[in-house]
């Protein structure tokens, strides 16, 4: 019988480390016997290890060599900001002290996003040698995949291609600036035609940006062949640049065999409130709603369907309510939504949104009625309804005029001009604190304007005086790190110090908040040198803002600049 080859020593290695050295001691020319024996055995392997590699020797070249790197005709990078990505790239890690603290030093994992977006923005190119690492950026984390293609460019695309753990780059799609466009007809039809699910996405949505008539007809003629899923996509990709050209063609994805596709197609036709669908779906919510004056004073009352027929199932209402909700109050709130909000005026005595939406609502339609109108005016961008609905920012979040909730809210204050969104979400904070603005803040155009940045700052700075529970305030804390206008830095060092602790206060709450405001501090400077390496001027700390904080105690400033 054929005895098996003797274990080489690389291999007893492995063995005696896998089951212990008790177990399995090491042999005695390899590693010495005794107490270190761990120790020797873990030095023996790594000796190994470098011997292993050393004597590798190189194999035959598999397949042709690959093609040249395209160019890049975008300008490089400043010295100073290409040594910052560097360093971006090399901390990934979110810094922590004793007990998860997270200390005064910057987040460097939010600072990333950031400056890839600044550096995209001016237009640059990747460094050659920070490919990789940029690329395995993106590998880490999904949410810098977008920017990091962007800035790669068409040399990181071929770099993808070479490594199997960077396919995500191929998978993504192609930038938009590497796309073809509508003066390169065969290179669009080439590229949807054979072109990867997402590459096909990414170029509906781009040639949408420039000609949306050339998307809608490059989808009709496939649409009959593509997948469900894959219609969905392409269907939700007709928001950008959609118009009254895009009808004829909505209208009969509303007879599509998914439901999701039908689904969507009404919602598109619903934000255009001149269309044929609109119109139907007004016929059928008008007659829903209507003033009673039967009662003691004027008041809305609210019929609700009382079935969803075939006609309402062609145009997309689903008849099937999900679980807790009434059918009846299902079907209302499709018909109200998608229906054109200029309907209610002449339908409630010539009232503006503001008037209708301040009327009662009888037996308990209010909240479904308000929310129906809510995504109604989300979905037709109306201005004067998203404001009625919103109400005074000072009013209590509980009894606002539109809805309590605040994804809605936050949806409503998107419709909104960005400066005037600014001045609600400020008014909102100054009247009731951060604790119910969270979402809101995220609906804020970045950098925080001038309004926004002071009440932020200055709510931050009583909750800090109050001697408040300073974790509770750590993911405002981190939005304002990321949104705050740099120029604040200067008028927040004032807070930097440990205040004073009541008897009231969270016991160490001082020390956490002085930790905290250094670590603003220090964030918003680096940003403001972030911002100056990418304009390739000289890295520098901004002058003071044109924002005056609470008796002069804190400041947010937003005049455009930043990172």
């Known amino acids: 019988?054929?005895?098996?080859?003797?274990?080489?020593?690389?291999?007893?290695?492995?063995?005696?480390?896998?089951?212990?050295?008790?177990?399995?001691?090491?042999?005695?020319?390899?590693?010495?016997?005794?107490?270190?024996?761990?120790?020797?055995?873990?030095?023996?392997?790594?000796?190994?290890?470098?011997?292993?590699?050393?004597?590798?020797?190189?194999?035959p070249a598999a397949g042709e060599r690959p093609a040249p790197?395209?160019?890049?005709?975008?300008?490089?990078?400043?010295?100073?900001?290409?040594?910052?990505?560097?360093?971006?790239?090399?901390?990934?890690?979110?810094?922590?002290?004793p007990g998860g603290r997270r200390g005064t030093a910057p987040d460097l994992t939010e600072l990333l996003p950031q400056w890839l977006s600044a550096a995209n923005a001016r237009g640059y190119q990747a460094p050659a040698a920070l490919l990789p690492a940029l690329l395995?950026?993106?590998?880490?984390?999904?949410?810098?995949?977008?920017?990091?293609?962007?800035?790669?460019?068409p040399r990181g695309l071929w770099l993808a291609r070479l490594n199997p753990a960077w396919r995500y780059a191929l998978r993504a799609g192609s930038p938009a600036f590497l796309l073809p466009g509508a003066e390169a007809p065969e290179a669009v039809r080439r590229l949807w035609e054979e072109g990867l699910f997402a590459e096909r996405a990414a170029l509906l949505v781009s040639l949408r940006r420039h000609d949306p008539g050339a998307a809608r007809a490059l989808l009709e003629s496939t649409w009959a062949t593509e997948r469900a899923e894959d219609r969905l996509m392409?269907?939700?990709?007709?928001?950008?640049?959609?118009?009254?050209?895009?009808?004829?063609?909505?209208?009969?994805?509303?007879?599509?065999?998914?439901?999701?596709?039908?689904?969507?197609a009404a919602e598109l036709l619903s934000a255009l409130p001149e269309s044929a669908f609109a119109a139907r779906m007004a016929a059928r919510a008008v007659p829903c709603v209507a003033m009673d004056r039967t009662g003691c004073g004027e008041a809305v009352l609210v019929e609700a369907p009382h079935e969803c027929?075939?006609?309402?199932?062609?145009d997309g209402v689903v008849p099937h309510a999900p679980s807790g909700r009434g059918e009846r109050a299902w079907w209302l709130g499709q018909l109200v939504e998608c229906a054109p909000l200029a309907v209610w005026t002449p339908r409630l005595g010539g009232r503006s949104a503001r008037e209708i939406v301040a009327l009662p609502v009888r037996d308990g339609w209010a909240e479904e009625l308000h929310a129906a109108w809510c995504r109604a005016a989300v979905r037709q961008r109306d201005v004067p309804w998203a404001r009625a609905l919103l109400g005074e920012p000072a009013s209590p979040p509980s009894t606002g005029p539109g809805t309590t909730s605040q994804a809605e809210r936050a949806a409503l204050l998107a419709v909104l001009p960005p400066g005037e969104r600014a001045?609600?979400?400020?008014?909102?904070?100054?009247?009731?604190?951060?604790?119910?603005?969270?979402?809101?803040?995220?609906?804020?155009?970045?950098?925080?304007?001038?309004?926004?940045?002071?009440?932020?700052?200055?709510?931050?700075d009583i909750a800090r005086d109050a001697g408040s529970y300073p974790w509770s305030f750590s993911g405002v804390m981190g939005l304002a790190e990321?949104?705050?206008?740099?120029?604040?830095?200067?008028?927040?060092?004032?807070?930097?110090?440990?205040?004073?602790?009541?008897?009231?206060?969270?016991?160490?709450?001082?020390?956490?908040?002085?930790?905290a405001f250094r670590r603003l501090v220090s964030t918003l400077r680096l940003r403001a040198a972030m911002h100056e390496e990418l304009s390739g001027a000289e890295a520098g700390i901004p002058g003071p803002g044109a924002v005056a904080g609470r008796q002069g105690r804190g400041a947010g400033t937003a005049d455009g600049r930043g990172a």
């Open 309 to 314: 027929d075939a006609a309402l199932q062609a």
């Open 234 to 264: 392409f269907t939700d990709s007709l928001r950008t640049g959609l118009s009254a050209a895009d009808e004829p063609f909505l209208e009969r994805a509303l007879s599509d065999r998914s439901r999701t596709v039908r689904a969507t």
């Open 423 to 460: 001045r609600w979400t400020g008014s909102f904070i100054a009247a009731h604190g951060l604790s119910e603005a969270f979402q809101l803040l995220g609906a804020c155009e970045v950098p925080w304007a001038e309004p926004l940045g002071r009440a932020v700052v200055d709510a931050l």
């Open 136 to 153: 395995e950026a993106g590998r880490a984390r999904t949410d810098l995949r977008a920017q990091v293609l962007v800035l790669a460019g």
């Open 482 to 515: 990321r949104c705050l206008d740099p120029a604040a830095a200067r008028q927040l060092e004032a807070l930097t110090a440990v205040p004073d602790e009541g008897e009231d206060a969270s016991p160490g709450a001082g020390g956490y908040w002085s930790e």
């Open 1 to 59: 019988m054929r005895q098996a080859a003797p274990a080489s020593p690389w291999e007893q290695l492995v063995v005696s480390a896998l089951l212990g050295t008790a177990r399995r001691p090491p042999p005695p020319e390899l590693v010495t016997p005794g107490p270190r024996a761990p120790l020797a055995l873990l030095d023996a392997a790594a000796l190994r290890t470098v011997r292993r590699r050393a004597g590798l020797r190189p194999g």
């Open 69 to 97: 790197a395209p160019e890049d005709s975008r300008p490089p990078l400043p010295e100073a900001a290409r040594e910052r990505l560097a360093r971006l790239l090399a901390d990934r890690s979110a810094p922590s002290g």
